[in-house]
């Protein structure tokens, strides 16, 4: 139900004639005009959703008392007023909810009712202070909505849908991510990654490994809103070109897109201060997650995503300084890389196309300065006319797993045209306003397919510094375990972020075993009466069948060293 309240030095009405059919015909002396003095008018519309009726009256009393006390008034008119709702209950309940209130009232006020489904002619003159107008919405909980759904169906609705494996192969990511308790999927969701604790081990681990070599690398790093104003993506062209795969969402009567890209708020970043050439290049790393829109029948575990992180960066910087600057990114890139056995098996050159802005001296430019780059780091590529961004030439970067499959994974890419539409500047040494170029880059591209590609490439076998669980500490009789609680205490006291557990359950050592490779931890430590008694640790590697000796002290140092070394 809505009303508006008015306070009034008064208020006069006369009834006209019937708008409703079905309500009854007034008594003479209810068609006269009334007039009341110093009245709060009641106007009032009732509306579908107010079907628990005694309730909508308690309320609505309620809240005439709480106005009338504020601007201390005894005389209330209820006048009902349609056009306050475009979804109107019932006249009968519309009437009963009215003359019920009207009685309820009758008890602390002078009360008046206009009457109901008549044409009226009226006046009022309302007093002009700050409490003279006040509307409010009665809403009884529960009502809000005319929605009825059963939440128990709809939690069968939305529980976890089984993997299907039987398509899959025994390496795939999602069956491997199931076993390592990595990460799940849900319809709720569709294309967005539940990271469960041990895939965001991983995850967080490539981020810190990330940040790491960005800040040595010279990089900062920034991070900007998820959702941004549509006027935004309208200024950098997205609009135009990406409208289909974007969310979109609105506030306030404003209409917002949920970012499919990073770039447009590292603009803004920007353009906050004035930049000097003195700053320039600019470099400036985003980990930002998006949102692209996509088909769901194509979606497919970390590889095609609806949402993921980017591990963006833009380096803003002068023509001349573009070569330096993408030779720059190779080396992160190959020093990236080499951490996960990843190797640049091909890069392709993508030049410019038949439509596109930016002079052809810029062109020339920039399409020789990759061509340049790429040959001076003896990269094998291959060139692909026409096939650049209307903005800038491009490179992508094919690289080959362990399995020797190919992926796509960083792309470097000019922009001309960004710096432009933002209309960024810096002051140069003439003290001239000048424009600077742009490189966007990604290096791993999508964190979460970089990872589903590491996972398959290498059967869940990360490196130790990558491991979920790195050491796990096995007795193998219920004897052992005082000596294995001490061993692991000893670890974790040594290494203190260590990812170490027991398993000092009583049952097979062979079975333990199996437990452990499944989740592919990499040392696992075995402890029986001969480790007890020489003093020792009989330690089981990943991947193979031997057991290898080591005292504490060698076992730490060599942990150690692969973890802080990541390897
Ligand atoms: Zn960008």
Known sequence: MKILSLHTDYIKFRPLKKALKSVDTLSPEDKEEKHVEEALAIMTAVEKHDTNISEVVKKLVEEIQDIAEKVNVKNIVLYPYAHLSSNLASPEIAIEILEKAEAELKKFFNVSRAPFGYYKEFEMKV???????????????????????????LLREISKSKL????????????????????????????????HNNG??????????????????????????????????????????????????????REFAVKPMNCPGGMLVYKNRPKSYKELPLKVGELGVVHRMELSGTLGGLFRVIQFTQDDAHIFCTEKQIEQEVENALDLLALVYSKFD?????????????KRIGSD?????????????LTKKKMNFKINPGD???????????????????????????????????????????????????????????LERFLGVLIESTNGRLPTWLAPVQVRVLNFTDRNQEYAQRIFEQLKQ???????????????????????????VPYIIVVGDKEEKENNLAVRVRGSKEIQTFSLDEFVSKLKKEIDGRV
């Open 127 to 153: 007093k002009g202070h700050p409490l003279s107008e006040l509307s409010r919405e009665i809403i009884i909980s529960g009502d809000e909505t005319a929605e009825t759904y059963d939440p128990k169906q």
């Open 164 to 195: 299907d494996s039987s398509k899959l192969k025994p390496n795939d990511h999602r069956i491997i991510g199931q076993q390592m308790d990595l990460f799940s999927f849900n319809e709720t969701a569709p294309g967005m990654v539940f990271w």
């Open 200 to 253: 965001l081990i991983i995850r967080n681990g490539l981020i810190d490994f990330w940040r790491e070599v960005h800040k040595k690398a010279g990089y900062q790093e920034i991070s900007t809103p998820q959702i941004l104003d549509k006027k935004l993506w309208q200024i950098s062209g997205h609009w135009e070109k990406y409208k289909d795969n974007i969310f979109l969402t609105n506030y306030e009567k």
């Open 342 to 354: 990843f190797n640049v098996d091909h890069v392709e050159l993508s030049t410019r196309p038949e």
């Open 361 to 373: 001296k810029i062109w020339d430019i920039s399409e020789r300065v990759l061509e340049k780059v």
């Open 388 to 446: 650049g961004a209307f903005y800038g030439p491009k490179i992508d970067f094919h690289v080959k797993d362990s399995l020797g499959r190919n992926w796509q994974c960083g792309t470097f890419q000019l922009d001309f045209a960004m710096p432009e539409r933002f209309e960024l500047e810096y002051t140069d040494k003439d003290n001239q306003k000048k424009r600077p170029v742009m490189i966007h880059r990604v290096i791993y591209g999508s």
């Open 494 to 520: 040594r290494i203190p972020n260590l990812r170490i557990e027991e398993d000092f359950r009583q049952t097979t050592i062979p079975s333990k075993v199996k437990d452990a490779e499944i989740m592919r």
